[in-house]
């Protein structure tokens, strides 16, 4: 079972979006990088749930892909209101709260 | 392959309906109000938070038939426990929700915004933190979690058409979402070690090992950061200070009481379920979190000019004392259950002071608008109540005897000392020095408010309203109460979780 290149991949890809998270300023671009740990996370589950032959993994992974889709939903919804009230998504533009 | 369980017949998993009675109360709560909301329309508004704290008081009522049935139910093959630790954490959050939705009463009514919908949101978040305190799978525990933050992301950004709201709500979602990324990508490494999501499998499969392989190291370093963000322990505080000022006053009290608990109870159950073995990993990782987060709460607090954030900087502090009994908590049972009970009985006296601190904050702003430290000069002069109850919080807060603080401190401190470690006794010393930095800020407010004068000279009295009071007394008794009779609160705390897990 060639379970290594299954974690090398998402490490690679939990590595991107750290990376994006970190140093994009842009919301859509934040929301899609943390898609992006979430997909690591996800293929990371079921390249496990098929090495060890458990179930689990698999379940846990479809219950990720639900849960992250109603919290891109709820993020959507933020930076749209951020638009509306300031014209922009990029998020150093949006620094009033400091001390 | 793990797809040939799929053609296996259903079996219908045996529900324990007594267990699950909490849950099912808050939900039927948590419907009607929107139900009633879509029904009767504008006549319902001012009638929700009355039917919230119906709703909470309601769900007490089988957590108290549990708590006097006693028994230890284990349901779905250990993923979700109703045992003593869970119900004191249950009744900690019912009751938390319970002073939150007081405080809301009029601040959310005078604020023009959306009523039931956020009592609605507010009881959704109770929800999965109630589910928190009995999950024991990692499933169950990332969808507790999910539960009790998407709906707290959208009570910080409720003054929707206020750009600091939306500012905090912003702020805080991402910075949790990475969280939560992080913590999930730990939880699938311990699944890939343990091959199942259940803590007490984790636990048995990390106990087997000699060392620790650099992939459990990992998975546990990733799922205590996750936790660390949510309970604001530095280095991952610094969306609290933000998010507190930003967000409603009573939403900052919501999450520094409940949504921080709710943390605690999660790091607690991996901790003493999942990787108990590996002390080695997790005992340094708490050290350092634990000094870290007093010292730089405490230092930046000093030179806070507004009160929220003031206080958001004691609660990242106040977190350093709560993480502190878990740098040493890996010798054994007896030294394990006194680690976690000086926890729970910081968490649950915490919920009272510092929920009766942002009652006083909320009473006072409503008067000046502003949380500016200025604008509390003179308040005895004013609101001679307010200030008698906030000096006795502010005291609570730095641990002086006979308020309840001292008692969280004094069992944290003894446990750090029994431990009978070096780096126990340095833990100990760090947080008696940031104690003493503590009560400098503290005894200054107090100060302020006792002795110096009112900045526009506006001595007309402070308008306190039966909700505010109902609050003030409620968290007033329990914090004097648990200080001169702690073994009260003992009674409650004194709980295991290692025998569970093994």
């Known amino acids: 079972m060639l379970l290594n290149q299954f974690l090398l991949l998402s490490a690679v890809l939990f590595s991107i979006g750290v990376y994006g998270v970190l140093a994009r300023r842009n919301g859509v671009l934040l929301l899609m990088s943390i898609e992006l740990i979430l997909n690591a996370v996800n293929i990371n589950l079921v390249a496990f749930a098929a090495f060890t032959g458990t179930i689990g993994g698999e379940v846990f992974a479809l219950f990720v892909i ?34 | 392959m793990g797809l ?8 219908r998993p045996a529900i324990d309906w007594h267990a699950f009675a909490p849950e099912l109360v808050l939900l ?59 119900l004191v954490m249950k009744a900690l959050f019912l009751l938390a929700g319970y002073v939150v939705v007081l405080l809301s009463t009029n601040y959310v009514a005078e604020g023009d915004y959306w009523e039931n919908e956020y009592y609605g949101l507010l009881l959704a978040s109770l929800m999965g933190m109630v589910m928190m305190a009995s999950a024991r799978d990692l499933v169950s525990i990332f969808v507790a979690l999910e539960l009790l ?14 750009l600091h709201s939306t500012e905090a709500g912003l702020k805080y979602y991402l910075m949790g979402v990475f969280a939560s990324a992080v913590m999930l990508y730990g939880m699938s490494l311990l699944y890939g070690v343990a091959g199942s999501t259940m803590l007490a499998d984790i636990g048995t499969s990390l106990a087997g090992m000699e060392t620790s392989p650099a992939v459990v190291t990992m998975g546990i370093v990733f799922v205590v950061a996750g936790f660390a963000f949510k309970v604001s322990a530095a280095p991952f505080h610094t969306w609290a200070p933000d998010v507190y000022e930003g967000a409603p006053t009573p939403v900052t009290a919501f999450l520094s009481v409940a949504s921080k608990a709710s943390g605690f109870v999660a790091l607690l159950v991996f901790v003493f379920v999942g990787f108990y073995a590996r002390s080695e990993v997790w005992e340094p990782l708490f050290w350092i979190l634990a000094a870290l987060s007093m010292t730089v709460g405490n230092l930046v607090a000093l030179r806070q000019t507004n009160v929220v954030r003031l206080m958001a900087y004691s609660g990242i502090a106040q977190t350093g004392f709560m993480i502190a009994p878990l740098a040493v ?23 009272a002071m510092n929920l009766g601190a942002f009652t006083v904050v909320i009473a006072l702003a409503r008067r000046s608008g502003s949380a500016e430290l200025t604008s509390f000069n003179g308040a005895f002069q004013f609101a001679p109540g307010l200030t008698v109850a906030m000096s006795v919080f502010l005291f609570s807060l730095a641990g002086i005897p006979p308020l309840g603080g001292w008692f969280a401190k004094f069992e944290v401190f003894r446990v750090l000392a029994t431990a009978g470690e070096p780096w126990g006794y340095a833990l100990a010393i760090v947080g008696a020095v940031n104690s003493v930095v503590a009560l400098y800020y503290y005894a200054s407010l107090a100060r ?55």
């Open chain 1, 66 to 99: 639900a849960v992250a889709a109603a919290e891109v939903g709820v993020g959507l919804a933020m930076v749209l209101l951020l638009y509306r009230s300031s014209r922009t998504i990029d998020l150093t533009t949006v620094d009033r709260l400091r001390g």
């Open chain 2, 4 to 11: 040939d369980l799929l053609t296996l017949a259903f079996e």
């Open chain 2, 28 to 86: 039927a709560a948590g419907c009607l109000i929107t139900l009633v909301d879509i029904v009767f329309l504008e006549k319902a508004r001012p009638y929700t938070a009355a039917l919230a704290g119906i709703g909470l008081l309601a769900t007490a009522v089988p957590l108290l038939t549990l708590a006097v049935d006693g028994t230890e139910r284990v349901m779905f093959d250990g993923a979700y426990v109703v045992d003593e630790f869970s």
């Open chain 2, 149 to 162: 933050s998407i709906p707290a992301y959208l009570l910080v950004a409720w003054r929707k058409r206020d």
């Open chain 2, 329 to 351: 908590a890996g010798h054994g049972v007896v030294n394990g259950d006194q680690a976690l009970s000086a926890v729970v009985t910081y968490l649950v006296i915490y919920a």
């Open chain 2, 448 to 502: 302020r408010m006792w002795a110096d004068d009112p900045v526009d000279g506006d001595l007309g009295p402070v308008p306190v309203t039966p909700s505010i009071m109902s609050a003030l007394t409620l968290c007033g008794i329990v914090t004097l109460a648990f200080g001169v009779a702690p073994q009260l609160v003992a009674r409650f705390t004194d709980v295991s979780l290692l025998a569970f897990g093994g």
